[in-house]
T-cell receptor, first 115, second 115 residues
């Protein structure tokens, strides 16, 4: 899991604002997934991107969006923040091998607090 | 929908004893089952995984077993040490080019190893 980086580490926002979270995958990895982890629960899948294309989307509202850049880094955007968006946002990096996509390695996360 | 149930939610053992955490998944198409260890304030760390074509896998003091018929998989930790204390998450996913590879996580088990 070494090598997945996320920024910022912590963020405090006010309801209604928007936020952009950033992730750089492990060198050579082409797939990035985003997860939301509310305190005391397991991570919940938000998005997966591979080669700049969205491959999957979890059960999150349209206020959540993401994109992947040519260097495979990724951004997660959340608009019109709600108190319930307060969570640890995790980025996971993986290296699709042939047609198999497995072994996801997590970054340290961004702790978002919405007040 | 897809679901992973994990038990127990908390587990306390004496140092040197064994610990077992059990998970049940609902999607029969699931074929990859990773386990993550998350220490307080840190990222989930992949500790072991198993694929559906294997019934058991071992790595030093940890092992994972899979029963595809019953849709159960378990984590076994032997000779537990205080540094094994953490939250453990099981997860399940379906890998392959037509799948997102999104991980469905269990609710987590807080393991406490008493010295």
């Amino acid at each position: 899991d070494a090598g997945v980086t996320q920024s910022p580490t912590h963020l405090i926002k006010t309801r209604g604002q928007h936020v952009t979270l950033r992730c750089s995958p492990i060198s050579g990895h082409k797939s990035v997934s985003w997860y939301q982890q509310v305190l005391g629960q397991g991570p919940q899948f938000i998005f997966q991107y591979y080669e700049k294309e969205e491959r999957g989307r979890g059960n999150f509202p349209d206020r959540f969006s993401a994109r992947q850049f040519p260097n495979y880094s990724s951004e997660l955007n959340v608009n019109a923040l709600l108190l319930g968006d307060s969570a640890l946002y995790l980025c996971a990096s993986s290296l699709p091998t042939g047609t198999v996509d497995y072994e996801q390695y997590f970054g340290p996360g961004t702790r978002l607090t919405v007040t | 929908g897809e679901n992973v149930e994990q038990h127990p939610s908390t587990l306390s053992v004496q140092e040197g004893d064994s610990a077992v955490i059990k998970c049940t998944y609902s999607d029969s198409a699931s074929n990859y089952f990773p386990w993550y260890k998350q220490e307080l304030g840190k990222r989930p760390q992949l500790i072991i995984d198993i694929r559906s074509n294997v019934g058991e896998k071992k790595d030093q003091r940890i092992a994972v077993t899979l029963n595809k018929t019953a849709k159960h998989f378990s984590l076994h930790i032997t000779e537990t040490q205080p540094e094994d204390s953490a939250v453990y998450f099981c997860a399940a996913t379906t890998t392959g080019s037509s799948n997102t590879g999104k991980l469905i996580f269990g609710q987590g088990t807080t393991l406490q190893v008493k010295p």
